[in-house]
């Protein structure tokens, strides 16, 4: 037995508790506290979930912008050789 488990054995016979009582709130509370832990770290888990869903929407977004970009410049670049070329033959 641990010197903290006698000193709660002897605390609960001093005081007329019933240790199966004490140990019964005491796994209470550690079950309490490993729950907690527990919703802690689905929370935090849903959290990078959610914020790697977000970077990957943004990315996939800025991806799709730089493709119209692209596209757009290149249909001005052909217009322009068009024109040029146009005035090239008059």
Do not use: P
């Amino acid at each position: 037995m641990t010197k903290i488990n006698e000193i709660t054995c002897f605390h609960c016979n001093q005081y007329g508790f019933d240790i199966s009582l004490v140990s019964h709130r005491d796994a209470l509370r550690a079950k309490r506290a490993q729950e907690q832990a527990e919703r802690e770290w689905r929370k935090k888990e849903a959290e990078e979930a959610r914020k790697k869903a977000d970077t990957e929407s943004m990315l996939i977004s800025a991806r799709k912008n730089q493709m119209q970009q692209k596209e757009h410049y290149l249909a001005v670049q052909a217009q322009r050789e068009r024109n040029e070329f146009e005035r090239v033959l008059r």
